[in-house]
């Protein structure tokens, strides 16, 4: 049906950048938020930041300053823009989406596979 496809990860020293995409596919009526979550080994999953179909944002507190969320509608994709990297921010990282198949149902969460972003010190 909706399929979350995750593009960009990789190994970057610490301080380096990286940037994620995120594209949903299939059956999509329409979507709300998208977001980014991460899991770091022997940790739960945690969320990263989310936006709104509006465009209004949220990010825990570790990446405020250096992670940017942004969407773009038409094309169904969510991006992460990470600066400013920490070995802390290593951790395998899921796109998430909140999407509407049918007129008359109503809004399922949706995973991506996850991408392992790696920071080295």
């Known amino acids: 049906q909706v399929q979350l496809v995750e593009f960009g990860g990789g190994l970057v020293q610490a301080g380096g950048s990286l940037r994620l995409s995120c594209v949903a596919s299939?059956?999509?009526?329409?979507?709300?938020?998208m977001g980014w979550y991460r899991q770091a080994p022997g940790k739960q999953r945690e969320l990263v930041a989310v936006i709104t179909s509006g465009g209004t944002t949220t990010y825990t507190d570790s990446v405020k300053g250096r992670f940017t969320i942004s969407r773009d509608n038409a094309k169904n994709t969510v991006h992460l823009q990470m600066n400013s990297l920490r070995p802390e921010d290593t951790a395998v990282y899921y796109c998430?989406?909140?999407?509407?198949?049918?007129?008359?149902?109503?809004?399922?969460?949706?995973w991506g596979q996850g991408t392992q972003v790696t920071v080295s010190s």
């Open positions: 299939g059956r999509i009526l329409s979507i709300n938020a």
């Open positions: 998430n989406a909140g999407v509407r198949t049918a007129v008359l149902s109503g809004f399922r969460d949706y």
